[in-house]
């Protein structure tokens, strides 16, 4: 059981779980906001789930690449999954509770998610790296286990890492009210309930930062980095069609982090905390909401299965009739 403390010698017991205050300071607004969110949530979910099907159902695209799109879609689903069906019920009702063991689940879903995410960019990078500067061999080194293996380290290290990152945080003592000052449950608003000294694990929580976010953000720079050097040895004409192939792996690396980079910087600076939320919001909406469309719109392999997906249901159903 977690305690709380309102004041020196006053305990009391916070099992019943937190108020998440949200986006309660917009009143009326919140219904729009609600339509708004519903309707990219339904989005991104179908966008993605629309990608791991098309990916499945067509042999042309049984390749690491799209391996490790099929993973970073149902990340997407998980990530957003743990966040917006809460939110859109806080929208539309007045007494925005959270149990919780739904404050714990949700900041581990999140967390671990985000982390693996982390790590998947990085090994999607490796597989450029490798398609575009060891094409002889590329066959050979992303074999189907290496391929699992990496997409199963992401996770075991998203895993294991938040895991107990966020138990630790869990298991520390609660003061003062029960109000997160948030729209969901996460490490930072909820570290600032925490009533003992939270020095030993802001250090956790930095070389977290550091060793698994980081780290794979510097992996994806070095492969590019090889890639550009490659890239600058061959013609032009070859050149540019290296570059598009590698075009929507960096437009989701620089979505993912650079809204992830300025949520952190505005955490960190004295900004108000509607600011904080909206913020937040946008680091969340916007990869899984962006990813299907990029890997759609702009990747002229899925569109092709995309095309005789449609083409095949259509005659089936011909067939049918």
Same mark, same amino acid.
């Not at 305690?3 to 729009?32: A, M």
């Not at 391929?147 to 990152?165: H, K, M, N």
């Not at 013609?235 to 437009?251: D, N, Q, Y």
């Given at each position: ?58 042999? /042309?695209? @049984?390749?690491?690449?799209? &391996?490790?799109? $099929? ?6 689903? %998980?990530?957003?999954? !743990? ?93 003062? /009210?029960? @109000?997160?000052?948030?729209? &969901?449950?996460? $490490? ?6 925490? %009533?003992?000294?939270? !020095? ?122």
């Amino acid at each position: 059981m977690i305690h709380s403390e309102k004041d020196p010698g006053e305990n009391q017991t916070i099992s019943d779980g937190f108020i998440l205050v949200g986006f309660s300071y917009l009143n009326k607004l919140q219904i729009l906001l609600f339509l708004l969110l519903l309707l990219i949530y339904l989005v991104a979910l179908m966008g993605n789930l629309l990608v791991i099907i098309l990916i499945k159902l067509n042999p /042309s695209l @049984h390749t690491p690449m799209y &391996f490790f799109l $099929i993973n970073l879609s149902f990340l997407e689903i %998980c990530f957003t999954s !743990s966040i917006f069906p809460q939110l859109l019920v806080h929208l539309l009702v007045e007494e925005k509770t959270i149990s919780l063991t739904g404050c714990v689940a949700q900041t581990y879903v999140f967390n671990i998610t985000g982390l693996t995410e982390c790590c998947l960019l990085a090994a999607m990078a490796y597989d450029r790296y490798v398609a575009i500067c060891r094409p002889l061999h590329y066959t050979t080194i992303m074999s189907g286990r290496v391929c699992a293996q990496l997409v199963g380290a992401s996770w075991l290290i998203g895993i294991l890492v938040e895991v107990a990152q966020v138990t630790w945080i869990f298991s520390l003592p609660f003061c003062g /009210s029960q @109000h997160v000052h948030h729209f &969901f449950c996460n $490490i930072p608003p909820v570290l600032k309930m925490v %009533c003992t000294d939270t !020095s030993k694990i802001k250090i956790m929580i930095f070389t977290v930062s550091v060793v698994f976010i980081m780290s794979p953000f510097l992996l994806i720079i070095l492969s590019y980095i090889c890639i550009l050097y490659t890239i600058l040895k061959l013609p032009s004409a070859e050149g540019r069609g290296i570059v598009f192939t590698c075009s929507s792996h960096l437009m989701l690396v620089t979505l993912f982090y650079g809204t992830a980079f300025i949520a952190n910087l505005r955490l960190k600076s004295n900004s108000s905390q509607e600011a904080d939320q909206m913020i937040s919001l946008l680091n969340i909406i916007v990869a899984p909401f962006l990813n299907p469309i990029i890997y759609t719109l702009r990747n002229r392999e899925v569109k092709e299965a995309l095309r005789k997906t449609v083409e095949k249901s259509i005659f089936a159903r011909s067939q049918r009739n």
